[in-house]
Antibody, heavy 123, light 107 residues
Framework: EVQLVESGGGLVKPGGSLRLSCAAS????????MSWVRQAPGKGLEWVGR??????????DYAAPVTGRFTISRDDSNKSLYLQMNSLKIEDTAVYYC??????????????WGPGTMVTVSS | DIQMTQSPSTLSASVGDRVTITCRAS??????LAWYQQKPGEAPKLLIY???SLYSGVSSRFGGSGSGTEFALTISSLQPDDFATYYC?????????FGQGTKVEIK
């Protein structure tokens, strides 16, 4: 069964840091571009960023609101995706989803989503 | 960044109705558009990709159309399970963006 499961969410103070993890199973993780998408309470979906496969350079792209503060990385040996979040702001409060299309292309739709993990930034 | 604008924001309809949601891109995205359905407390589910291709396991009452900057999602006969929020997403560029969502409510 194809599955993504996020972990690491919780309550953090403004200016703090948090690292989210995503465990993948049921597909060839090393061949897949991986992304993070978030959703603030009662709001719409917001793309956070993406990491390509090592074969395609392992490069990352980020949405403007998180550039310079968030870092996406991957560990293909452990089939895991990470989101390191620094200098957290109240507006980063959201459910964070791990997402993939199980393929290595920009033109690959995101058909596989994890259940999400909640991050709350509050003093 | 490419901006995506959905309309309407809310749609009230009855079971059996044919409903259409539109999505406009701020610049041409060819056919690189997806539609998602999300229910409260759940992760989004992919319905349509490449503007008009039905994702595996999705009911054929969902249909997509369009190219360039104008797109539409049509539900041919609304069922009770279809009351949800729908999002379009462009994946033409390295930075993917979503529309603001359309909530389909029971009339």
């Amino acid at each position: 069964e194809v599955q993504l499961v996020e972990s690491g969410g919780g309550l953090v103070k403004p200016g703090g840091s948090l690292r989210l993890s995503c465990a993948a199973s049921g597909f060839t993780f090393s061949y897949a571009y991986m992304s993070w998408v978030r959703q603030a309470p009662g709001k719409g979906l917001e793309w956070v960023g993406r990491i390509k496969t090592k074969t395609d350079g392992g490069t990352t792209d980020y949405a403007a609101p998180v550039t310079g503060r968030f870092t996406i990385s991957r560990d293909d040996s452990n089939k895991s995706l990470y989101l390191q979040m620094n200098s957290l702001k109240i507006e980063d409060t959201a459910v964070y989803y791990c997402v993939t299309g199980d393929c290595s292309s920009t033109f690959c739709p995101d058909g596989i989503w994890g259940p999400g993990t909640m991050v709350t930034v509050s003093s | 960044d490419i901006q995506m604008t959905q309309s309407p924001s809310t749609l009230s309809a009855s079971v059996g109705d044919r409903v259409t949601i539109t999505c406009r891109a701020s610049q041409s995205i060819s056919v690189w558009l997806a539609w998602y359905q999300q229910k409260p407390g759940e992760a989004p589910k992919l319905l349509i990709y490449k503007a008009s291709s039905l994702y595996s396991g999705v009911s054929s009452r969902f249909g997509g159309s369009g190219s360039g900057t104008e797109f539409a999602l049509t539900i041919s006969s609304l069922q009770p399970d279809d009351f949800a929020t729908y999002y379009c997403q462009q994946y033409n560029s390295y930075s993917r963006t979503f529309g603001q969502g359309t909530k389909v409510e029971i009339k």
